[in-house]
């Protein structure tokens, strides 16, 4: 299914009344509006690919119809976002998932939905049914030289399907870690670790980044050999200049302030990428901005700021992906909201007074710090973001478009109700 | 594979004289040892027929070998961990993955390797292939008056097949929850459910009861609906006598006091079962005593003087289980290293000076009231739960006779490489 | 210093266009404006005493300036709120920080500032220099009657004062507990304190309530007393209808859902007061929506629904208070923006279309819950906000008007630089 | 008050028997006895002078008796400790609390008590009475210049007074942070205080070291600018090679594994020192080992294995001192308490069989890791503890025979019923 740009027209033009009113008045109390809408437009938000079917735990799954059955019908279901949103302007691909077996093809049809192809993700979590050796204890940090090497090939060939697509950068989660106390000796599997990231670095093209991702817990539930960001930081300044930290939101302790790790990340020029999610109790991998806004808000904050410090361009220095799990909402639905939950923190971060918040903290006036941040926080950006929407072609309510074109239904109809997603 | 008595005798008196020096020592400094044996003769720890293969997260599993394929296997593997220990002396079914066939020769199998069946376990936390109506949005909750019907219809079928197998109890653990806010009415959820159990409740016969045990997050993100035990003593309460709080350990948030709760549902007499594991992030599922002992220590010294004030039998008043998942070590082991903490940790409750304990605390003298725990604590106890093995015509060490005896090699000459158990 | 009317009037004249302006754009896509405006009139939270000087934490106070130095002053600080906000129209008075000398001239200072005498608070977790018997390990707790008998008799004393002022209700924070395992015996802790509580239940007037607050943790690190809302509720239930469980939102666990917790307790006719702050790690005693507004509007949002359920009168079926620690703000200002943060939230609680969501929770559409409850949240209440103190003929903007009438160093002016409120 | 010597004797005299006939025991089970006694001989807790008198809480003090009234008293009491244990023989100081008079006298002093001079403290995170600008934004992360050389300069000073005292190291913990969002820029405030380091840093004198402590919460609730071991290893590492991380065992936030934080500071060189204290919750202060002790053995096996790795010496190589607040507990006797439990847990770790760990991690054989930890855990080891005291000229039960000699009471004589120390 494609939607016809006719009927996103359509459709704004039947909202475009009560828009405009909206805008008209939002507008009115904002500096530089025409600027943050440029940023609007040009801010573009991966959708993983394996982000596209229902989601499950280790409970169950409650698989919903109509899901992707191959590379082909993801990269579609992106089309779909995308076109809804214009927001969403990239994919990011899961090997061994999705291999693609005629890369001019697959280039062709993302680029017929205006997509590239973001930062390409290795899998050695998970022992594939061809696999020689397993991954049970580890794969970069595993004690038998022979399963590290598996571990860097298998990234190196994630490597060489990325340089066919056009994508420039490898996301590298690691779930290894251990269990139990005892199970490793922490040094060894950082050494080793350490090790068999510089093989795959060896291999990384010259314009290419790799993301060193952390997490502090799951599916290892004594330690992780890459747990925090300061573990992270470690190996990306040990591997060299193409090497960064990867921040996903539901991958903290409780209470972590992410963004203070944010900032810090960009003062020392190795933040690298970016996992939208939310949570309430681990890495729940719930709609961003479902259960925790204002944290959002601040992160995107320190974002901006320390970009802007650094004259980084907003849409295109860091790697901006949604990681999340849709276990009980349509996973497109659930994408639709957390682009619109990104979008709303980042349109709110850009329209803090800066100057006056640098003055207050320079005052230590602790009482207009906050003022300014809630001033900005508490305005209703919504209207900023539909009218960005509206320049790029997008729909000015894309999940309501998505209802009343019933999208889900012509999947379901397409595909079948009885479709599983590959992933987890 | 059976393990021959003389196999255990043997190993014994291979280490008899060790253990019997080791004994002597223990037991010079120590009153009624005869009294704390007897207690550990007495106490067996249910095994859940769920956690005999290996576990996984929702990221994978790599899964063991030489697994049980069938509910007779399952009573294999709990008979060869009784005849190690003899303090695994039951077996908690889970329709239903463990539905009979014949229960007079399921029966007749455990009673021939000395096992009862425990609290029998319902399962409304899954779709099965042929169930009519999804428990996505829940069970017992469910907004939809025929979806809590079928799950309360599970429930008394449960019930069904535990009557005749002569179990006396019913484990209900809903997933029952909400991912989202405004997913579902607190109130309604709370009601709906009660109802539901109020149905159960009906159909329970006289001599049983009803354990509801609770669940602080996972798999809904961001409310349970039996989420604490302030809600479970709610429903128990509701209910009626014949209903009690399950405490399983890994359900709680971070640095709850659950030997405080412990105590509480003691003193109102609505404690009735008990879920071994550990953990140190969330439901972790590890191997009971592994990340936590002292706490482990401290909730048997809960259990101990709670059930002592009111005089119920240590071995029979609560329903002692494990449930954990053994993602990383073989599960049979893992179990037994289970059943080996929580005997360490029930025999130090039991050597605490309970005299000396009152009157410290009568003082306030904090320093001496925790001398008089950590004397305890301290205490090398493994002697006395060898001795106690030793009595039953158990091994004095059964892990290591688990691998002398070459156990999981024999299972895989039987069972095979590839089974898998059924199970989460 | 008092606040003239006029000022007042003239300050909002000032910004009575760009306001109507931004009300009227509000009201104009809300239904049932003057229900809600009605409601932001009549809702009063209570100031309590001792927060209106600089807090501190165990590791040092910097002592803000021009503090009260008597009951008399607090008054007027609270005077000087309410004037602002027409939103604090209580104060809630800390026995022994706040005995009055002439109960007839505090009440008519009160009543000549628009305030009314809250729930009065009892101290039994500090030692007062002439106090007979200590604390040091517990009040209502107590191992030894006397001291038990010590603070009831406190509790019966704070209610006499209480009688005398007009207040009704009486709230008790126990900071029992023990830092040490084994420091207690929890059920008897638990005994003793009902013991004691139901001493004090039996001095309450007829038409009072006893609130039974409940805390996680600190000043004691190993257990509470009355550590979460099931402990509480078990005391409320066993004391009788005059009692009440009071939630404070910095007293739980980490992640504790303290929506649900509220949900319950109004479903049970148990909740009785709230104490609002916010924190991100435990009691950090924050500003009031300065961490997790959403949290708050959640909170909000199953309060109207509990106390519509039960057609609970809004603004006088719960006492509402602040409670929080001003350890880096003035706090006048900081209560002045945890008033604006509480108005905000039960703002957007009133705006959410609770038949839209009764719908979508029928229909299990979990992405359309979603989308009711943010549309309310992401809409700009302030106008409302404003609107009602406008009604109120308090000020449009209070934080604003506080600094330009120089409230604080006219204060200065009138009590010094170094004055210390009594208080933490 | 001194402890004479012969009174040690003649109470070990009458313990001898009992001691001998456990030590044999443990002994016999045992390789390198002799190698671990001398490790515990020679091993030494520092005291900080400020943990002599009793602790307290935001909420109050409940002050204790016979408290030491000035730094020679503290001394005593310190001396008192190493008397009775020969392991606490060295004191940490704090500045301002401890400024000597007489540098000769005071080491003279310490000198005939058998203790050294640990680390020197500063303190800037209260303001002293005669303080030119307040540290209530911070000192070193100070958005004013002058207020963070008034830091440095502090800081300096300190340095001065450890010179004096033949101490050879500072240790700077910074409450520096924010208890809001927005009031300071994590960025500038990194910054800021790295440049104030870097000045303290550059005043040290060639054989020193500066410990930079982390501490992810309070007395800051937002923020902390030193808040985990990433961001002191970030500072450590650009100040240079005698900068290293100061790890606190209460300065984590929940669940964090800190002795994987310890084995990475280790392998990159900059573990510097180490404070012992135990807790539950946040920052409790509880005694070492009472909440947690198998954690506190995992971290000492990590220390052990960690400094083995690099041969450095256990007793000489880092820092070692208790940190803990005496709320409940004499002060002394609490000390008592944690050194044990650090002495316990230290030849625990030294029993763990290194080379059975190793060849079981290599086999990924998690279950008899595990097995290894626990042999060692569960071993009571508490003779091979005592034995090291005898042989130090140490009581067998300092406890004990602190009680029996009456010790606290002849202090309170000697200094009175009402005396508060310095400290917290």
């Not at 670790?193 to 314009?207: C, G, I, M, R």
Request: proline letters at 3%; one cysteine or more; glycine letters at 8%.
């Amino acid at each position: 299914m494609q939607i016809d740009k006719y009927k996103i027209q359509e459709f704004n033009q039947g909202h475009a009344q009560d828009h405009k009113r909206k805008f008209d008045f939002a507008a009115s109390s904002q500096h530089n509006v025409e600027g943050v809408l440029q940023k609007l437009v040009d801010f573009q938000i991966g959708i993983p690919s394996w982000a596209l079917g229902t989601g499950g735990t280790r409970f169950g799954r409650f698989s919903g119809s109509g899901e992707p059955r191959s590379l082909e019908e993801k990269i579609e279901d992106v089309g779909l976002l995308h076109a809804l949103n214009q927001s969403s302007g990239a994919i990011s691909l899961h090997i061994p998932w999705d291999i693609p077996n005629d890369y001019k093809a697959i280039k062709a049809l993302a680029a017929q939905h205006g997509l590239k192809f973001d930062a390409v993700n290795s899998n050695t979590f998970q022992d594939q049914p061809d696999q020689k050796l397993s991954y049970k204890f580890g794969s970069m940090q595993h004690v038998d030289k022979a399963v590290r090497r598996q571990a860097v090939e298998h990234n190196i060939e994630v490597i060489r399907h990325g340089v066919e697509l056009g994508s420039d950068s490898l996301t590298v989660w690691l779930s290894d870690g251990s269990s139990f106390p005892g199970q490793l000796n922490f040094r060894d599997a950082f050494e080793n670790t350490l090790e068999s990231l510089q093989e795959v670095y060896a291999a990384l093209p010259d314009d290419w980044k790799v993301f060193v991702e952390y997490k502090a817990f799951e599916p290892n539930f004594y330690s992780m050999t890459v747990g925090d960001w300061g573990q992270s930081l470690l190996y990306a300044n040990k591997l060299g200049p193409k090497a960064y930290t990867l921040v996903d939101l539901g991958h903290h302790l409780p209470n972590a302030n992410i963004e203070q790790i944010v900032s810090l990340l960009l003062m020392e020029g190795k933040l690298g990428g970016f996992h939208f999610n939310d949570s309430k109790y681990g890495d729940d991998d719930l709609t961003t901005g479902s259960i925790k806004p204002y944290q959002l808000f601040l992160i995107f904050n320190s974002l901006v700021d320390g970009m802007d410090a650094r004259g980084m361009n907003h849409a295109t220095s860091l790697a901006w992906m949604i990681d999340a799990s849709h276990n009980v909402k349509d996973p497109l639905e659930d994408l639709l909201q957390s682009v619109e939950a990104i979008m709303i923190a980042y349109t709110q971060a850009l329209l803090v007074d800066q100057k006056a918040l640098k003055e207050a903290q320079q005052e230590n006036d602790v009482v207009r710090c906050q003022e300014v941040l809630q001033e900005a926080y508490r305005t209703d950006v919504r209207p900023f973001v539909a009218e960005a929407r509206l320049r790029s072609g997008a729909a000015l309510r894309p999940l309501q478009l998505f209802r009343e074109l019933k999208v889900r239904e012509n999947l379901i109809n397409e595909r079948g109700l009885k479709t599983v997603a590959t992933g987890l």
